[in-house]
């Protein structure tokens, strides 16, 4: 061990930073105090990463009050007896500042970086529980990073783990169900076997990771990060890395990936992109016949060369930024949100440009929208982050059907095919302890549900028949809060820490129109 108790190379490693950059007292006081969690380069160890990017979500007045007292139900004890306010605020400078170099996270480091549990019943045909596999809930609990798994019949916990640091995104299912696959905001994709209750794999991906997809033949997990400026491909079996795409438009720009998506039907992955008008698709399946067409042209590599190989980039150049999009039921269009303008686009991705414009002045969540059968025609529904409404758009044409008003801006939108609801929150306002229930039929506010007054109440997910809703209640001493579909009544309360999405098995991989994919 060298100086401050690290190793001489990961000393080496940070004597760029040391040199450029940081103010003065703060590297040093870094490398004894903070390194032996958060690693030397300040990509994380056993606590989080601490670059700029990972630590957007922060407020820096936060994390001063972090280093000095420390942090709750966690290993981050407070420095306030050993530091003075100033190497304290130092400290928060320096974590929030660019490092000299960027970190770089390559196949090499994405390799070693993977994880294999010892297994168990690895070739287990069924699960160790009499649950039904198929109506679990995997409840993602962002207080203390864990997630439990739910019994859906009976609403009883199967069991609880601790996941990698703030995951975020849904989870990802395989194809029949079995496996689940997670990401974390610092880059972990981790592989969870709902079998035998236990972690298969992990590994780390990207510094900054958006979210994952799982190809609907359940051979690939791509993972969107927005550090490096990459896309992931992963064999969904062993985690292991198969390809790094790095993600620049033919001017050579790179871009942080805002999203990536599984498009079933084309047997491609389609991405959004945070700082070029691009969107692209990436084929994984030979029957991805359309997506193939006229490939030969799309093909890149960085010097903008065509390319062979596994999975080509066909991109498609929009008029705006798209950083989040919805596809239609035949996956034919997808429907985004520009950034400029109070407006969406819809892009087709066969002939490969915007075809229509949609009025959207709220700055739709459309990762959140659904759509049901309406009048004879297929609407989509998108709650709005910045305007208290849900807006209601029939895909025959791409108009507006209306603008349905709730208590405040939020979140998430979800139904099922069995019940004639559809259920958002007001995440984004004062009203953030109230959930809305719209009739699909009429399109009118039919009920206002306030499961704990004064507490944010947000995200519903469905059992697999339909005939409960689960809510939760997004705060430390929360809960899941199981409501009659029909009825609109409480039947059971879970106690929970900081629950934010829940995920039902079956509705996932049936692709029930009534959530998020
Ligand atoms: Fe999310 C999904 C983007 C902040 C909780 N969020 C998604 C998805 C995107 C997205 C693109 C869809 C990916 C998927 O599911 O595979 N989220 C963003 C943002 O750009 C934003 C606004 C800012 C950011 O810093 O990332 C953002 N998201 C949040 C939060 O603050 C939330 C509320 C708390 C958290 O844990 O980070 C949050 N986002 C979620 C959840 C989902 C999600 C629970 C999955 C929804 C689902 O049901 O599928």
Same mark, same amino acid.
């Given at each position: 061990?060298?100086a401050?108790g690290?190793t #001489?190379?990961?000393?080496?490693?940070?004597?760029?930073?040391?040199a450029?950059g940081a103010?003065?007292a703060?590297a !040093?006081?870094y490398?004894?105090?903070?390194?032996?969690c958060h %690693?030397?380069?300040?990509?994380?160890?056993?606590?989080?990463?601490?670059?700029p990017e990972?630590l957007q /979500? #922060?407020?820096?007045?936060a994390?001063?009050?972090v280093?000095t007292?420390?942090?709750?139900?966690?290993?981050?004890q407070g420095?306030?007896?050993?530091l003075?306010?100033?190497?304290i605020?130092?400290?928060?400078?320096?974590?929030?500042a660019?490092?000299?170099?960027?970190?770089?996270?390559?196949?090499?480091?994405i390799s070693r970086? /993977?994880?294999?549990? !010892?297994?168990?019943? $690895?070739?287990?045909?069924r699960?160790?529980?009499?649950a039904?596999?198929?109506?679990?809930?995997?409840?993602?609990?962002?207080?203390?990073?864990?997630a439990?798994i739910?019994?859906?019949?009976?609403?009883?916990? #199967?069991?609880r783990?601790?996941?990698?640091?703030?995951?975020?995104?849904?989870?990802?299912?395989s194809?029949?169900?079995?496996?689940?696959?997670f990401?974390?905001?610092?880059g972990?994709?981790?592989k969870y076997?709902l079998?035998?209750?236990?972690?298969?794999?992990?590994?780390?991906?990207?510094i900054?990771l958006?979210?994952?997809?799982?190809?609907?033949?359940g051979?690939?997990?791509?993972?969107?990060?927005?550090?490096?400026?990459t896309?992931?491909?992963?064999?969904? =079996?062993?985690?292991?890395?198969l390809k790094?795409?790095?993600v620049?438009?033919?001017?050579?720009r790179?871009?942080?990936?805002?999203?990536?998506?599984?498009a079933?039907?084309r047997?491609?992955?389609?991405?959004?992109l945070?700082?070029?008008?691009e969107?692209?698709?990436?084929?994984?399946?030979?029957?991805a016949?359309?997506?193939?067409?006229?490939?030969?042209h799309?093909?890149?590599?960085?010097?903008?060369?065509a390319?062979?190989? !596994?999975?080509?980039?066909?991109?498609? =150049?929009? +008029?705006?930024?798209?950083d989040d999009?919805?596809?239609? !039921?035949?996956?034919?269009?997808?429907i985004?949100a520009a950034?400029?303008?109070r407006?969406?686009?819809?892009v087709?991705?066969?002939?490969?440009?915007?075809?229509?414009?949609? +009025?959207?002045p709220?700055?739709?969540?459309?990762?959140?929208?659904?759509?049901?059968?309406?009048?004879?025609?297929?609407?989509?529904?998108?709650?709005?982050l910045?305007?208290?409404?849900v807006?209601v758009?029939?895909t025959?044409?791409?108009k507006?059907?209306?603008?349905?008003?709730t208590?405040? &801006? %939020?979140?998430?939108?979800?139904?099922?095919?069995?019940t004639p609801?559809?259920w958002?929150?007001?995440?984004n306002?004062?009203? /953030?302890?109230?959930?809305?229930?719209i009739?699909?039929?009429?399109?009118?506010?039919?009920?206002?549900?306030? $499961?704990?007054?004064g507490k944010?109440?947000?995200h519903?997910?469905f059992?697999?028949?339909g005939?409960y809703? #689960?809510?939760?209640?997004?705060?430390?001493? %929360?809960?899941?809060v199981?409501?009659?579909?029909?009825?609109?009544?409480?039947?059971?309360?879970? &106690?929970m820490?900081k $629950?934010?999405?829940?995920?039902n098995?079956h509705?996932?991989?049936?692709?029930?129109?009534g959530?998020?994919?």
């Open positions: 061990m060298g401050f690290l #001489l190379a990961a000393f080496v490693a940070l004597l760029p930073a040391l450029r103010p003065p703060a !040093p006081l490398l004894q105090h903070c390194a032996p %690693g030397p380069t300040r990509l994380g160890g056993t606590g989080p990463a601490l670059l990972n /979500r #922060l407020r820096p007045a994390a001063i009050e280093i007292k420390g942090r709750i139900a966690t290993q981050m420095f306030a007896g050993k003075s306010p100033e190497e605020r130092a400290l928060a400078a320096y974590v929030y660019a490092p000299a170099e960027p970190p770089r996270w390559t196949m090499a480091e970086s /993977r994880v294999v549990h !010892p297994a168990a019943r $690895p070739d287990a045909e699960p160790l529980y009499k039904d596999p198929m109506n679990l809930f995997v409840v993602v609990e962002t207080g203390d990073h864990h439990t739910l019994d859906g019949d009976r609403f009883e916990p #199967l069991t783990f601790k996941t990698r640091y703030a995951l975020h995104g849904g989870p990802k299912f194809p029949d169900g079995r496996f689940v696959y990401g974390s905001r610092d972990w994709v981790s076997d079998y035998n209750l236990r972690m298969v794999s992990e590994v780390r991906a990207g900054n958006r979210n994952i997809a799982v190809s609907s033949d051979r690939f997990v791509m993972a969107a990060n927005y550090l490096p400026h896309l992931v491909a992963l064999d969904a =079996a062993t985690l292991e890395p790094v795409i790095e620049r438009d033919q001017q050579g790179s871009s942080r990936v805002s999203a990536v998506y599984d079933a039907p047997g491609s992955f389609v991405a959004a945070k700082d070029v008008k969107i692209w698709e990436i084929p994984y399946s030979a029957n016949e359309p997506v193939y067409k006229g490939l030969v799309d093909y890149r590599t960085k010097e903008g060369i390319e062979t190989g !596994p999975f080509p980039v066909r991109a498609i =150049a929009v +008029d705006d930024y798209l999009f919805f596809f239609d !039921p035949t996956y034919a269009n997808l985004g950034r400029s303008a407006r969406g686009q819809v087709n991705l066969d002939v490969k440009r915007a075809i229509e414009t949609v +009025d959207l709220g700055l739709p969540h459309l990762g959140s929208g659904i759509t049901w059968q309406w009048q004879g025609r297929r609407v989509l529904a998108t709650p709005n910045k305007e208290p409404v807006s758009i029939d025959t044409n791409w507006v059907v209306k603008q349905i008003e208590p405040g &801006p %939020g979140f998430f939108l979800r139904s099922h095919e069995n609801y559809a958002t929150d007001s995440f306002s004062p009203r /953030r302890d109230t959930l809305t229930v009739d699909k039929r009429s399109l009118e506010v039919v009920a206002e549900l306030r $499961p704990a007054p944010t109440v947000a519903i997910e059992t697999a028949d005939r809703a #689960l809510a939760s209640i997004w705060e430390m001493d %929360g809960a899941v199981v409501y009659d579909a029909a009825s609109l009544k409480e039947v059971k309360r879970l &106690p820490i $629950p934010s999405g829940k995920y098995v509705n996932k991989i049936t692709r029930s129109e959530t998020s994919h």
